[in-house]
């Protein structure tokens, strides 16, 4: 079966840095385009990130774009999201979840999340 | 950015009766919408994709309906497993999220 495993969070100063990693397994991990979606403490979801399947399209929402990176290693069936110059804002529960075969499309599968907290 | 709007924030609704959410788009999405459940602790889980196609494993009585920029969820009759917070989300530009609907136990 499809599962999705988080790791990587923990707390981190303000302008600190932090690498998140997605474990994938139960499914063709190089077919699939994978997203970052995070909420805050009590608040909803947003998405932070999309990669495509070869690495070739990568985009960020505007909240997090020059600060943070997505990429992924298809031969390790890993998704990751190095986050940098971290901010109080940041502060989330952070899910990677499955995209869409071929192109942006709806989540089937979600991560458990890992939970990034910025704080002094 | 395409902007989702959810109504209501929060809705009481008795078990075993039905409860419609509504998910409003500020511009047309086609019909590049889904729907998720997520409960405390837990992450989201897919419940509706192409604005009313149900997910796999997803009871009949979640439904699905709309398109352009209105959408609606409806579940038929409300089951204690089912009170909890239920998101829309476009996929048509990018994504984005509605902030969510409370269903509560009236």
């Known amino acids: 079966q499809v599962q999705l495993v988080e790791s990587g969070g923990g707390l981190v100063q303000p302008g600190g840095s932090l690498r998140l990693s997605c474990a994938a397994s139960?499914?063709?991990?190089?077919?699939?385009?994978m997203s970052w979606i995070r909420q805050a403490p009590g608040k909803g979801l947003e998405w932070v990130s999309y990669?495509?399947?070869?690495?070739?399209?990568?985009q960020y929402a505007d909240s997090v774009k020059g600060r943070f990176a997505s990429s992924r290693d298809n031969a390790k069936n890993s998704l990751y999201l190095q986050m940098n110059s971290l901010r109080a804002e940041d502060t989330a529960v952070y899910y990677c979840?499955?995209?869409?075969?071929?192109?942006?499309?709806?989540?089937?599968?979600w991560g458990q999340g890992a939970l990034v907290t910025v704080s002094s | 950015e395409i902007v989702m709007t959810q109504s209501p924030a929060t809705l009481s609704v008795s078990p075993g009766e039905r409860a419609t959410l509504s998910c409003r788009a500020s511009?047309?999405?086609?019909?590049?919408l889904a729907w998720y459940q997520q409960k405390p602790g837990q992450a989201p889980r897919l419940l509706i994709y192409g604005a009313s196609i149900r997910a796999t494993g997803i009871p009949a009585r979640f439904s699905g309906s709309g398109s352009g920029t209105e959408f609606t969820l409806t579940i038929s009759s409300l089951q204690s497993e089912d009170f909890a917070v239920y998101y829309c989300q476009q996929y048509n530009n990018w994504y984005t999220f509605g902030q969510g609907t409370k269903l509560e136990i009236k």
């Open positions: 990669i495509s399947s070869t690495s070739s399209s990568i």
């Open positions: 139960g499914f063709t991990f190089s077919d699939y385009y």
């Open positions: 511009q047309s999405v086609s019909s590049n």
């Open positions: 979840a499955r995209d869409g075969r071929y192109s942006s499309s709806w989540y089937s599968y």
